[in-house]
């Protein structure tokens, strides 16, 4: 099997459930909600942990604050068997990164972050020959890792393509919203972009998701994994193109918190015992599936080893 390093956000979601609307400003208004669920939260840190859960050895590589919050994250990765000992920083200078999750009635989410610990998370954390010494290196957080983000990003995807590891890029509506030229840069040295339509959708507004997969295609990327949310999945390399449905309906949908990475999860973890790819995308979308049907990204690790067990 091989190695995974997952580099990004590791955070606290506090997630409230159903959220039907907001309080307005200086109208003294309250909103209830039947369900609270703090969880491990951040794309890197959800596809860590359910990557661990199904058994790959994977690090993760981020910053935490030097606090109770911190120390709940910790052992989260602890339990669920995702190395951490020499990947996660702790910092006494900020908090740890949280975000406040409303989620409506249909499952979608409004998001209220406090970024924290992750703003200043940078090079200096890392010590690259221990990023490197991997097999698949997954960067699912472009656009919320200002210190990294840009330059120092494309250095890192290109040292580790030189070095024949597998490169995973997909982003996310961060701190630095979504920038169309820092994505683009990137896309030469990436061997599985895996990015949602969604945020697609703003960086390239009316274009359709079959141009945009060949547009990334040409732009370097070897293989493209576009995620359609409702639509399924969208697979597009030199070689084959092909699409898959989305297994959970609409209307069986409680949160799509961490549904995006946990798919990622699902798919490297085809990777990492060489799977064709169409395999890879349907796995993911099976361990998708299991995330969309609950309230939070977190799955339980007896659910994904039971997923494992079939194959």
């Given amino acids: 099997m091989k190695t995974v390093n997952c580099i990004g956000s ?5 997630l409230l459930s159903p959220v039907a609307s907001y309080p307005e400003p200086k109208i003294c208004t309250n909103i209830f909600v039947d369900k609270l ?6 794309g890197a840190t959800n596809c860590s942990l359910s990557l661990a859960k199904m058994g790959v050895n994977v690090h993760l590589f981020s910053k935490i604050g030097n606090d109770l919050q911190g ?3 910790q052992e989260e990765l602890k339990v669920a068997g995702v190395k951490t000992k020499k990947s996660l920083r702790k910092t006494d200078k900020k908090s740890t990164s949280t975000v406040i999750v409303g989620v409506n009635l249909d499952g979608e989410r409004s998001f209220m972050s406090y970024h924290g610990a992750l703003a200043e998370f940078g090079l200096n954390d890392l010590d690259l020959e221990d990023l490197y010494a991997c ?3 997954v960067y699912p957080d472009l656009f919320n890792l200002p210190r990294i983000d840009g330059t120092p990003l494309l250095n890192l995807l290109e040292n580790a ?3 024949g590891i597998l490169t995973i890029l997909d982003e996310t ?16 040295f990436v061997d599985y972009l895996m990015p949602s339509s969604d945020d697609l959708a703003y960086l390239y507004p009316n274009e359709q998701p079959e141009d945009l997969a060949k547009f990334f295609l040409e732009k370097g990327v070897q293989n493209v994994v576009l995620k359609l949310g409702s639509k399924g999945v969208l697979v597009l390399n030199n070689e084959q193109s092909f699409r898959l449905p989305a297994i959970v309906k ?3 949908v409680s949160d799509t918190t961490g549904a995006g990475d946990n798919f990622s999860a699902g798919f490297v973890y085809g990777l990492s015992v060489e799977k064709p790819i169409d395999w890879c995308a349907e796995f993911g979308n099976k361990v998708a599936a299991l995330s969309l049907q609950k309230l939070g990204a977190s799955i ?6 039971s997923l494992v067990k079939m194959i």
């Fill in 10 to 14: 590791c955070l606290v979601d506090i």
């Fill in 37 to 42: 669920k703090s969880s491990p939260g951040g």
């Fill in 71 to 73: 120390d709940y994250l």
């Fill in 135 to 137: 097999d698949i290196l």
């Fill in 161 to 163: 393509q030189q070095r």
């Fill in 173 to 188: 509506w961060g701190v630095l919203g979504l920038q169309r030229n820092i994505f683009e840069s990137c896309l030469p």
């Fill in 250 to 252: 609409a209307s069986e």
């Fill in 300 to 305: 339980k690790k007896e659910e994904l080893k």
